[in-house]
């Protein structure tokens, strides 16, 4: 492929000298592999690893905004490690990610199980499903503070309606176990669909043989899933659920919209209360510090994971 | 045409269009047909949007004046701290800003002084109010120009209280109590939000002065707020909101208060006087109803912690100067004025001639609102500012410590929580110059 001076001489092409032995330098199969890569990784470069390494960086050191600070080593950790308030971010976050997860796990498979029949309409529905995850979450966070509302919550007025809630109804962002109730019910809402399209791809993925197989030998439709579906889907949920984990450890939009970490810190995760210390309390070491304080766990979970997916 | 060929007019062009783009970044100046100079202003959605159609007005008339563009660019308030950190931290962003809270100090060493034109506009208008100059004045001189300060009266609704029995709104927090006790049996009950809010603050520093709590002592640095002062704040708390107010105070964010008194539900809240002209602004019939009156009085007098604005410019700014000379203009007397106006009172004036505005007389509602500059303090009183008080208020400690001893949590175990996150706050105080 590579076409050199000496070739182009050969052919009686005159030489363009430096010129083209830059071309033929370039065009050898290494310098272009790697020349094609160049942009993306460059890309990457600067807008991960760079950010990253300063994250790094600030963490371990007593960096103030605009005020360069100097090294300390791991005493961002142990200041926010002897903080009530971020003992109680921990907590929280491993609450919200446990139960969103599990709640996105589930819904997300049996709305897949649904989508996956035959239904009239069922592009449409398809992508109308798509909905929450396409809209801006910081917008549609907006329309769920409104019906969560202490006056005008919708969600209270239907319940009261309904006989379901005994009135006012209860004050969905003013109580902890309401206001984490809240969010987790929002990042379930928000993250469903991709669950559910991602389950559903791997749902069509399965022949159709082994189904037919299970009814010949009798298994029922709770059994065809047992032994048919979730063993297929296994794979398939290993990658989202790992992609699920990550982004809702570190969440940010539905609390900061919702309830800025209230009442009393009790919605706070990594991410909100690094907002809050690291760049409206301008201290962004410690704030750096909050926010890489799960990089070594997530860091486990996601070796464990791929390494699980790999073998399967 | 081959594809070997595609490919190399492709890159050829995306080289060559790369090359361009890193030339041009690399000269680190824009390309000469936007060389027109610039001036850039960061500010706020003022909650009056009228006041920002008439700032850009005046933004106007000064770029006129002095040959060059002015842009006001505004956004949310509580996303201003982070994109103030941002410039901060990039060196690089809009020429001024408004400035709020300890921003001067947060930003002390980043900032250029503003001594000369503290100085001028002080004699020009009859000298600064204290409290607004202390919210500016760094141990290295002025880092901000006072530019307007927000009123934090009682706002109630007349038809309520007169329906209760009452004659005159709370002059007391004591009384404030009473007649919330009566109030929210009467299904109007009171409201001071307790949550992660600014409002919740500018409340709380207020009842806890009146009540001669502290939280910081006049050193600065030493936490004050484990005191039995402090437990008849909470335990004051704790009451109105057991008995006056509904548990929705819980989850307020800034416009919880204002939607609580406009809905028609609410009988009185503290805050600045936003519903009353949201109500007029929007023809609706509450507005009649509506009052304000003085921020109530404590054992200790009274006192209150209204929000304090100013206009800060950034060292790296290329246009210091006419930054200074735009700052100038918007205080001339027929500008100033005319902001007031447009703001429909809900700016007050640091200096004191330009508190003299007819608008105070014009509508008696208005009429208390000046007198609020009499006992107003920078938070932190009696302690100076300082980038500790900022990240205090920024964390909602006190709101959270309230909240705790509300949520069951004994008050002095909540009052050592809340000591112990001021002492953090303390502790990453800025070493100053």
């Known amino acids: ?312 | 045409m081959s594809a070997s060929v595609n490919r190399r007019h492709f890159l050829r062009a995306s080289s060559i269009g790369a090359g361009v783009g890193l030339a041009w970044l690399a000269g680190g100046r824009a390309p000469a047909f936007a060389q027109k100079r610039e001036l850039t202003f960061l500010s706020w959605n003022h909650f009056v949007p009228a006041a920002d159609d008439e700032l850009r007005k005046q933004a106007e008339a000064f770029a006129k004046q002095a040959n060059c563009s002015v842009r006001v660019d505004t956004m949310a308030h509580l996303q201003m701290p982070a994109k103030i950190a941002a410039e901060a931290q990039s060196q690089a962003g809009h020429d001024m800003f408004r400035t709020a809270s300890a921003d001067t100090f947060l930003y002390e060493s980043l900032l250029v002084s503003l001594d000369d034109v503290v100085d001028k506009l002080g004699k020009q208008g009859g000298g600064w109010y204290p409290f607004a100059a202390e919210m500016n004045q760094t141990k290295s001189g002025w880092k901000g120009v006072p530019w307007f300060w927000v009123s934090f009266p009682g706002t109630y609704n007349m038809a309520h209280f007169k329906k209760a029995g009452f004659e005159h709104p709370p002059k007391t927090w004591d009384e404030l109590l009473r007649q919330g006790k009566v109030l929210k049996k009467q299904g109007n009950p009171v409201g001071i939000p307790i949550s992660h809010c600014s409002d919740a603050h500018s409340t709380y520093w207020s009842v806890a002065w009146s009540n001669g709590a502290k939280v910081l002592e006049a050193d600065g640095k030493t936490p004050g707020i484990v005191s039995d002062k402090t437990a008849q704040v909470i335990e004051w708390y704790k009451e109105l909101f057991k008995d006056a107010m509904d548990p929705e105070v819980l989850s307020w964010d800034d416009a919880g208060n204002n939607r609580f008194i406009l809905s028609g539900k609410g009988s009185w809240i503290h805050n600045p006087i936003s519903p009353y002209n949201a109500a007029l602004k929007e023809k609706m019939p509450i507005a009649d109803d509506i009052n304000h009156h003085n921020s109530p009085a404590g054992p200790a007098g009274t006192h209150s912690a209204p929000p304090i604005l100013g206009i800060g410019i950034w060292k790296f700014s290329k246009n210091a100067d006419l930054a200074k000379e735009f700052i100038q203009f918007l205080f001339r007397k027929e500008n100033y004025d005319a902001w007031i106006v447009a703001s429909n009172a809900f700016n007050h004036p640091p200096l004191r001639h330009l508190a003299d505005h007819p608008i105070w007389a014009k509508n008696p509602k208005f009429a208390m609102l000046p007198k609020e500059a009499e006992f107003a303090h920078p938070r932190g009183w009696p302690g100076k500012p300082s980038d500790a008080v900022q990240r205090i208020d920024d964390n909602y400690v006190m709101a959270d410590m309230v909240a705790k001893a509300i949520g069951g949590m004994p008050t002095k175990r909540a009052m050592e929580w809340c000591q112990d996150q001021i002492a953090r706050a303390v502790k990453g105080q800025l070493k100053v110059g």
């Open chain 1, 1 to 312: 492929m590579a076409v050199g001076g000496r070739v182009l001489q050969a052919a009686g092409v005159a030489s363009a000298g430096r010129l083209a032995r830059v071309h033929a330098w370039w065009e050898q199969e290494h310098v272009f592999g790697y020349g094609l890569i160049l942009p993306a990784f460059v890309l990457i470069g600067c807008l991960v690893a760079y950010p990253f390494g300063m994250a790094l960086y600030f963490s371990l050191s007593d960096y103030w905004v605009g005020s360069p600070g100097q090294f300390v080593g791991l005493g961002n950790y142990r200041e926010i490690l002897g903080n009530e308030v971020f003992r109680q971010t921990v907590a929280n976050s491993f609450l919200f990610t446990a139960i969103a997860l599990t709640g996105k796990t589930v819904l997300g498979v049996w709305l897949a199980l649904l989508l996956a029949r035959n239904l009239r309409g069922k592009r449409l529905l398809r992508g109308a499903v798509l909905l929450p995850w396409v809209i801006p979450t910081a917008l549609s966070t907006l329309g769920w503070g409104w019906m969560f509302d202490s006056l005008y919550s919708v969600v209270n007025w239907t319940g009261i309606h309904l006989g379901l809630i005994a009135p006012p109804g209860p004050n969905w962002l003013g109580m902890p176990n309401y206001a984490m109730a809240a969010v987790i019910i929002v990042n379930i809402w928000r993250g469903l669909p991709f669950f559910a399209i991602t389950v559903l791809a791997g749902l069509v993925s399965i022949p159709r043989e082994y189904y037919e197989a299970a009814e010949v030998d009798g298994a029922s439709s709770f059994g065809r899933f047992r032994y048919v579906t979730l063993p297929l889907l296994k794979p398939v949920l290993a990658v989202v659920i790992l992609f699920s984990t990550i982004f809702t450890f570190n969440d940010f939009n539905i609390v900061y919209v919702l309830t800025r970490g209230g009442p009393v810190n009790t919605t706070h995760l990594f991410a909100t209360y690094a907002y809050q210390i690291g760049l409206q309390g301008g201290n962004l070491g410690q704030g750096a510090a909050i926010s890489l304080f799960m990089l070594p766990t997530l860091g486990l979970v996601v070796f464990f994971q791929l390494r699980y997916i790999r073998k399967e």
